[in-house]
Antibody, heavy 117, light 107 residues
Framework: QVQLQESGPGLVKPSETLSLTCTVS????????WSWIRQPPGKGLECLGY???????NYNPSLKSRVTMSVDTSKNQFSLKLSSVTAADTAMYYC???????????WGQGTLVTVSS | DIQMTQSPSTLSASVGDRVTITCRAS??????LAWYQQKPGKAPKLLMY???SLKSGVPSRFSGSGSGTEFTLTISSLQPDDFATYYC?????????FGQGSKLEIK
């Protein structure tokens, strides 16, 4: 059974960089794309971008200038960096596995990131 | 970006009822539509993909239909475990976008 687990600081100061890592277990990181999706408290879901196991990325244009994703296949991990954060970036951040047939079929439990001084 | 609009936003129903949620896309997405169920404090869970394909392990009381711009998710006989929020998502073109959600409440 594939499992994903997000990790990273739960509190980030305004203007700083949010950094999260997702560790994949129970399956290989190869042959899929790996997404970051966020959900502000009480609101809907927003795709931030995805990275393919080969390192190819596709970012949401609304965040493109602030988002960087990377993958480490040796550790079965992929990561998100979001720069110049503001209170509007406060959200539950989920990592998820994607396939072009199924959408996002496995999700992490999510990690709440609060942007506050 | 492709806009996804769900209706209704909130739905009250009873155990045993048949319910339908509608999702409309601002442009054609063929059948590249997924449905997710989310319970409070939990991650979304994939129910349906390619508009009408049931993910393995999901009860057969869930069904999906549609193509192009109009889609529906139907639950044939509501069970207590089904009270949750449901989201549609298009994965035809990036950024993949979600509907605003439909909250299914107990009447």
């Amino acid at each position: 059974q594939v499992q994903l687990q997000e990790s990273g600081p739960g509190l980030v100061k305004p203007s700083e960089t949010l950094s999260l890592t997702c560790t994949v277990s129970g399956g290989s990181i190869s042959s899929y794309y790996w997404s970051w999706i966020r959900q502000p408290p009480g609101k809907g879901l927003e795709c931030l971008g995805y990275i393919y196991y080969s390192g190819i990325t596709n970012y949401n244009p609304s965040l493109k200038s602030r988002v960087t994703m990377s993958v480490d296949t040796s550790k079965n991990q992929f990561s998100l960096k979001l720069s110049s954060v503001t209170a509007a970036d406060t959200a539950m951040y989920y990592c998820a596995r994607g396939t072009f047939n199924y959408g996002q079929d496995y999700w992490g439990q999510g990690t709440l990131v609060t942007v506050s001084s | 970006d492709i806009q996804m609009t769900q209706s209704p936003s909130t739905l009250s129903a009873s155990v045993g009822d048949r319910v339908t949620i509608t999702c409309r896309a601002s442009q054609s997405i063929s059948s590249w539509l997924a449905w997710y169920q989310q319970k409070p404090g939990k991650a979304p869970k994939l129910l349906m993909y390619k508009a009408s394909s049931l993910k393995s392990g999901v009860p057969s009381r869930f069904s999906g239909s549609g193509s192009g711009t109009e889609f529906t998710l139907t639950i044939s006989s509501l069970q207590p475990d089904d009270f949750a929020t449901y989201y549609c998502q298009q994965y035809s073109s990036y950024p993949y976008t979600f509907g605003q959600g439909s909250k299914l409440e107990i009447k």
